[in-house]
DNA sequence: CGGGAGATGGGCT
DNA sequence: GCCCATCTCCCGA
C-alpha cells in the first residue's frame, strides 16, 4: 500500500542500542482518514530490560509492557504525566524487552494537519515535533497504535537517507531519574527540530 | 532567554 | 500514595 520503502521487519532484529542510531534519518509515516503526516526522525533513545532501570520492562513483564516483550518491529505506545504519549519501536527478538523511543522528527507531510493537532498555541514549526508528546499528538499516535506491525499499517518507517557516523551525537537520556550513566540518546548533530541540542 | 512549578491520570509498590 | 521516557505557562533576569 505505501509507496515508500518500508523497512522489513528484519530491520528491527537488533539491539535497541544499534537500532537507535540506525533510525535516524528514516521516516516516520501515519495514514489516517484526516491525512497523512510523515517526518524525519531526528532523535532515539534506547531502552533495554538488562541492566537498565529507567526501562519500563526492567522489572517484569505487565499488561503495560506486554508489547515491549514481544516480536520486533511492532509499536510500543504509552500514555504519560496524564496527557501524553510516547511512540517506540520494539527491537531485538521476541522473549527480549528492548525499544527505541523516537523523541523527534522533523516534518515533511501534512504540516496544516500537524498544526491543527497541536493547537494555536505553537508559534513556530520547531515546536511542532520536537519532543516525544510532542510528535505523537502531532501525527496522532496514541492507544490505538499500540502493537501495530510497523510494516503492514496506517502507522509505519520507511527509508530515509543515511545519516554520517560523524554527526550523531549522543548524551544522556532525558527526563529520567534513574539508569543516567549510560549515554543512550542519539540525535542528528545541528538539526533544528531536535527536541535538546545537548 | 532559562528555570521552576502545576496539570493530570494510569501504573505499580 | 508516589512515581513518572512531558508540556506549557509564567516568572525573573
Not at 519501536?89 to 522528527?105: D, F, K, Q, S, Y
Not at 499500540?146 to 551525537?169: H, M, T, V, W
Request: hydrophobic fraction near 35%; include cysteine.
Amino acid at each position: 500500500m505505501p509507496p515508500d520503502l518500508v523497512l522489513p521487519l528484519s530491520f528491527y532484529e537488533k539491539d535497541a542500542v544499534t537500532a537507535a542510531r540506525l533510525l535516524l534519518g528514516k521516516h516516520l509515516v501515519h495514514v489516517t482518514p484526516e491525512g497523512t503526516t510523515s517526518g524525519v526522525i531526528v532523535e532515539t533513545e534506547a531502552y533495554s530490560e538488562f541492566d537498565d532501570p529507567a526501562c519500563h520492562a526492567f522489572r517484569k513483564k505487565t499488561k503495560r509492557n506486554a508489547v515491549m516483550f514481544g516480536p520486533p518491529g511492532r509499536a510500543y505506545v504509552y500514555f504519560i504525566y496524564g496527557n501524553y504519549y510516547c511512540f517506540n519501536v520494539v527491537t531485538n527478538r521476541e522473549g527480549v524487552a528492548e525499544a527505541v523511543l523516537v523523541r523527534a522528527v522533523e516534518p515533511v507531510k501534512g504540516l496544516g494537519l500537524m498544526k491543527r493537532r497541536r493547537g494555536s498555541s505553537v508559534d513556530s514549526i520547531y515546536n511542532l515535533t520536537n519532543g516525544p508528546g510532542k510528535l505523537c499528538m502531532a501525527m496522532n499516535i496514541g492507544r490505538d497504535e499500540n502493537g501495530l506491525i510497523l510494516a503492514d499499517s496506517p502507522l509505519y518507517i520507511a527509508e530515509g537517507q543515511s545519516i554520517d557516523e560523524k554527526i550523531i551525537c549522543e548524551s544522556r537520556r532525558i527526563g529520567i531519574s534513574r539508569g543516567q550513566d549510560k549515554l543512550w540518546r542519539f540525535f542528528i548533530q545541528g538539526n533544528p527540530f531536535v527536541s535538546r541540542p545537548r
